[in-house]
């Protein structure tokens, strides 16, 4: 059975910074391109990184890019999602998403299997 969860969310003041972790179980994470999503509410679930299987190609969305890292280290099945100067922007439930080719999760936004999300709420 194929398996995301996600941890290391939490209520962070502006400014402030989280680290959000995605492990597998039940298949080989660097078989696999990860994704990040979020969704707040009212909104629909947009794409904030990628990381190719690799983690040679990665992709950040714009609103994002300089603030968030992604990172991955297939020997210990883990991807990172690093999120600092979060804004309240950024509050949302974020997701993390496996698909064995990046373009079917940056731009196809389709996956094999989704983790089943962590909370952060920036506020202060």
């Known amino acids: 059975q194929l398996q995301l969860v996600e941890s290391g969310g939490g209520l962070v003041q502006p400014g402030g910074s989280l680290r959000l972790s995605c492990t597998a179980s039940?298949?080989?994470?660097?078989?696999?391109?990860i994704g990040w999503f979020r969704q707040a509410p009212g909104k629909e679930r947009e794409g904030v990184s990628c990381i190719s299987s690799s983690g040679v190609n990665i992709n950040y969305a714009e609103a994002v890019k300089g603030r968030f890292t992604i990172s991955r280290n297939n020997a210990n099945n883990m991807v990172w999602l690093q999120m600092n100067s979060l804004k309240p922007e950024d509050t949302a439930v974020y997701y993390c998403?496996?698909?064995?080719?990046?373009?079917?999760?940056?731009?196809?936004?389709?996956?094999?299997?989704w983790g089943q999300g962590t909370q952060v709420t920036v506020s202060s």
């Open positions: 039940g298949f080989t994470m660097g078989e696999y391109a």
């Open positions: 998403a496996a698909a064995r080719h990046s373009w079917d999760l940056w731009v196809r936004r389709k996956a094999d299997v």
